[in-house]
């Protein structure tokens, strides 16, 4: 069995799983490991992360993460189209302008009505 033409995917994963293990390695092993209060707060979702599953907290973080995740994953829609848009022709050129135009519609809507606003 011959593993020739698999060397460049061979080589490819592992500079890619260096590129991604090598610096969290350095960073942990050289970095400095001075922990305070600032520093093991929470950040991610504005409350603590062991206190009463009851308590009321704030949904504006949600509703911002969820905006980021819809709008992304709705440009992400362009890169196909770009790279086959000489395939597709006018066509595909006019329906792409339709769906950005309904997409700057909503962040248009999502502005005016303040959601994207942070306190």
Known sequence: MDLQPYLPVILFILVGVLVGVLPQVLGFVLGPHRPDSAKNSP???????FEDARMKFDVRYYLVAILFI??????????????????????????MMLFLGILVVGFVYEWKKGALDWE
């Open 70 to 95: 819809l709008f992304d994953l709705e440009i992400a829609f362009l890169f196909p189209w770009a790279v086959s848009l000489r395939e597709i022709g006018m066509a595909g050129f006019w329906s």
């Open 43 to 49: 950040y991610e979702c504005g409350f603590e992360a």
